[in-house]
């Protein structure tokens, strides 16, 4: 696994948005069959992209939720709905995209949005009642 700038700042940023599951787990002993693409995720997507600019980070998490809505990608959603919460994305705002998916996307990929939202924040909550 080649390490660099980018990927340093990858890492860093998954770390933020993630935690220690979406960050280092993932790149401690991965299999053979996902490293490439775990080196991949850290140094261009995150590293790179997700670094840019143009846009902040908050709003490239809203954007990826929508998209991810769009495409159906269930997994993916749960995912990056911790990381948007984590860039600052509110409960609101997360359930107004959901809703508003439903205008573009169909009421079944606005449906698994919300399903997906409500276990992410019932399991954040819980974590912060614990922890608080």
């Known amino acids: 696994m080649i390490k660099d700038e980018l990927f340093d700042a990858g890492l860093e940023l998954r770390h933020r948005m993630f935690g220690r599951a ?3 787990d993932m790149l401690d002993d991965p299999s053979d069959l996902m490293a490439k693409l775990q080196e991949i995720v850290t140094r261009y ?5 997700w670094q840019r600019e143009e846009l902040d980070q908050r709003t490239r998490s809203m954007i990826t939720l ?9 997994h993916e959603i749960r995912i990056h ?8 994305v509110t409960e ?3 359930r107004e995209i959901m809703l508003h998916s439903f205008l573009y996307c169909g009421i079944p990929a606005a449906v698994n949005g919300l ?4 276990e992410v924040f019932s399991h954040t909550n819980k974590e912060a009642t614990v922890n608080g």
């Open 22 to 24: 979406g960050a280092e």
């Open 45 to 49: 997507c995150f590293g790179d992209i």
């Open 66 to 74: 929508a998209m991810l809505v769009a495409l159906g990608k269930d």
């Open 81 to 88: 709905l911790r990381g948007a919460l984590a860039n600052g």
């Open 92 to 94: 609101i705002e997360i």
């Open 115 to 118: 399903k997906a939202a409500e």
